[in-house]
């Protein structure tokens, strides 16, 4: 049974910070690329970052990019998501995803977890 399960979303105030993480089982962890991807009530599944499977590298979404901070520890099979700074519009569903392509569209991503709940308040 290959799994994603994501966890640490939870309630904070505008300008305070969550971290998130999602393990991985049943797969080869290192072989993909990782991704978070978010989505809000009403809205499209939006791309937020994604980092490569061989050199590290990181891709954000503009509205994240310099508040947010992807990371994966391949001994322990975990993507992380270091958010700072938090808005109201991060608000969202938080999901990992794992994908053989480095891609930012939630089309080439072909295994994905249940999501965790991000509310942020003011």
């Known amino acids: 049974q290959a799994q994603l399960v994501e966890s640490g979303g939870g309630s904070v105030q505008t300008g305070g910070s969550l971290r998130l993480s999602c393990v991985a089982s049943?797969?080869?962890?290192?072989?993909?690329?990782m991704g978070w991807f978010r989505q809000a009530p009403g809205k499209e599944r939006e791309f937020v970052c994604a980092i490569n499977r061989s050199d590290g590298s990181t891709n954000y979404a503009a509205s994240v990019k310099a508040r947010f901070t992807i990371s994966r520890d391949n001994a322990k099979n975990t993507v992380y998501l270091q958010m700072n700074s938090l808005k109201p519009e991060d608000t969202a569903v938080y999901y990992c995803?794992?994908?053989?392509?480095?891609?930012?569209?939630?089309?080439?991503?072909?295994?994905w977890g249940q999501g965790t709940q991000v509310t942020v308040s003011s």
């Open positions: 049943g797969r080869t962890f290192r072989n993909y690329n």
């Open positions: 995803a794992a994908s053989q392509a480095w891609a930012v569209v939630p089309t080439l991503y072909g295994w």
